[in-house]
């Protein structure tokens, strides 16, 4: 399910979109998909798009796990001028998971800012990255 | 390589195996390596290495994708030939895969030839 498009405020060097998704792996394509979208859209670089689908693939992986599980997961995609936002609760996996070293050092470089807040029952994430004028 | 190659349907990898000038195996992965295709790239790469296969090199031309996950799999990949006697080369990556590598740490544990 995704609600897409909507400018919001009148503003229009804004967006915000919203995915809706089952918790699992085949479903988290889609997540870059809209990510990739949304970032071309306000004229990122390819290198940066590619950061930015790196970025939301390792955080979905979070809540999705190696093998899914039963649920849905939301995931808020905004910008504001030229840089993109990610949020996204979820179901946590059981077992929970962790980042991988990878995954650490390929976030820490390719991301502005991240965080995961991660309890038993729920992982929810947030996702900065914004264009760089050459 | 097949520049009119089918289009991989999404979710989906394709390979295609063939001998190396070397006398080592060489197989192209074609698609996008994520949580739900490694399990595919894993399996390939270990019916090749359980068929004998020591010198294997991975073939990332067409390999429009790949996260931590994909990674793990090369890594034990790795390993395995390595316990074999034999070695893991990767081969032509596409930049951001090469950018992946990079900053992963990865390109400082497999040899990567373009």
Same mark, same amino acid.
């Given at each position: 399910v995704a609600q897409t498009g909507r400018l919001t405020g009148g503003d229009e060097d804004?967006?915000? +979109?919203? /995915?809706?998704?089952? %918790? =699992?792996?085949?479903? +988290?394509? /889609?997540?870059?998909? %809209? =990510?990739?979208?949304?970032?071309?859209?306000?004229?990122? %670089?390819?290198?940066e798009i590619e950061d930015l689908r790196?970025?939301?693939?390792?955080?979905?992986?979070?809540?999705?796990?190696?093998?899914g599980h039963r649920g849905t997961m939301v995931l808020w995609f905004s910008n504001e001028g030229r840089t993109i936002t990610v949020e996204a609760r979820g179901p946590a996996p059981r077992p929970p998971r962790e980042l991988s070293a990878f995954s650490r050092r390929i976030l820490n470089a390719v991301a502005d800012h991240h965080a995961v807040i991660s309890t038993n029952d729920e992982v929810r994430f947030e996702l900065r990255r914004a264009h760089r004028d050459e | 390589?097949?520049?009119?190659?089918?289009?991989?349907?999404?979710?989906?990898?394709?390979?295609?195996?063939?001998?190396?000038?070397?006398?080592?195996?060489?197989?192209?992965?074609?698609?996008?390596?994520?949580?739900?295709?490694?399990?595919?790239?894993?399996?390939?790469?270990?019916?090749?290495?359980?068929?004998?296969?020591?010198?294997?090199?991975?073939?990332?031309?067409?390999?429009?994708?790949?996260?931590?996950?994909?990674?793990?799999?090369?890594?034990?990949?790795?390993?395995?030939?390595r316990r074999a006697g034999g070695d893991v080369t990767l081969s032509r990556p596409t930049r951001s895969a090469r950018r992946v590598f990079d900053i992963s740490g990865l390109s400082e544990i497999i040899p990567i030839v373009d």
């Open positions: 804004s967006a915000r +979109v919203a /995915l809706t998704l089952p %918790t =699992a792996p085949e479903f +988290v394509r /889609l997540a870059r998909l %809209t =990510a990739a979208g949304l970032a071309s859209q306000i004229g990122f %670089t390819y290198d790196i970025a939301v693939d390792e955080l979905c992986y979070l809540i999705v796990g190696p093998d | 390589m097949e520049a009119d190659a089918d289009p991989i349907p999404p979710g989906q990898l394709s390979f295609e195996t063939a001998l190396s000038p070397d006398g080592g195996l060489r197989v192209v992965v074609r698609g996008e390596v994520d949580v739900s295709t490694a399990p595919q790239l894993r399996e390939e790469l270990d019916a090749l290495l359980s068929q004998g296969a020591r010198n294997l090199t991975i073939d990332l031309g067409e390999m429009t994708f790949i996260d931590s996950t994909g990674l793990g799999v090369l890594v034990g990949a790795l390993k395995r030939a």
